[in-house]
């Protein structure tokens, strides 16, 4: 049990090592052998602690070109909880249910605040990837890359990368968890209007109206689960 607090330890102090050295992604970190000498401890506690940071996108191992600092990604937090969403649904939970409720509750919620100051390039983005899903509803189904880009284009006016990345983290959960599941996706001609709706709001500037239209959006995903 001391080896895996050890490691522990360890990483504790090569996390300590990227901020003291401001070290950003992508960044090199002294190799296994420097950190030995600088750390004194074992080669196996080095490999084990760079192992589990590698987990959480921390580190990340290029065989053959060293250590570097990872890409520090919300992705071990997405796994999580497409994992547990899956789990729970196995076991009778409505932990998809669960996952779509989230994500309305932030979308519903920024959508405000995106209408009142949405600028124009963002809102032509919008508008080319409604007539793309137009496109693609003719052909039978809405790309789940289409729908991704144009929830990730709604938030960008806010500027906030975080809050981008959650809404992505949790846009990626539910569509694993789906997958997974092989949940059948609506008719690709509601989805299509569905997002054309919210367009048609934001470009009116009015955020009632796109609130509305985005809670009609998630209604859909509502019906499919509860089915």
Known sequence: ??????????????????????LTPGDPLPSETELVNLLHVSRNSVREALKALQALRIVEIRHGFGTFVGPLTLE????????????GHHHGVPS?????????????GLVPAVARGLPAA??????SLVERMATEARGGAVL????????????RSLGNHLLSEVLDAFWEALRRVRDDLSDDSQ?????????????????????????????????????????
Do not use: N
Request: aromatic content about 6%; overall charge negative; proline content about 2%.
């Open 1 to 22: 049990m001391a080896h895996g607090t050890m490691a522990e330890v360890v990483q504790a102090r090569i996390k300590q090592l990227i901020l003291q050295d401001g």
């Open 76 to 87: 071990p937090f997405v796994e999580g909880v497409a994992f547990r969403a899956a789990v």
């Open 96 to 108: 998809l249910y669960e996952l779509m409720e989230v994500r309305e509750a932030l979308e519903a």
């Open 122 to 127: 963002d809102l032509a983005v919008l508008r």
């Open 144 to 155: 789940s890359v289409t729908d991704r880009a144009f929830h990730q284009a709604l938030y």
């Open 187 to 227: 008719d690709p001609q509601v989805t299509y209007r569905q997002h054309l709706a919210i367009v048609e709001a934001l470009e009116a500037g009015d955020g009632d109206r796109a609130v509305a239209a985005m809670h009609r959006h998630f209604d859909g995903i509502r019906r499919r689960l509860a089915e």
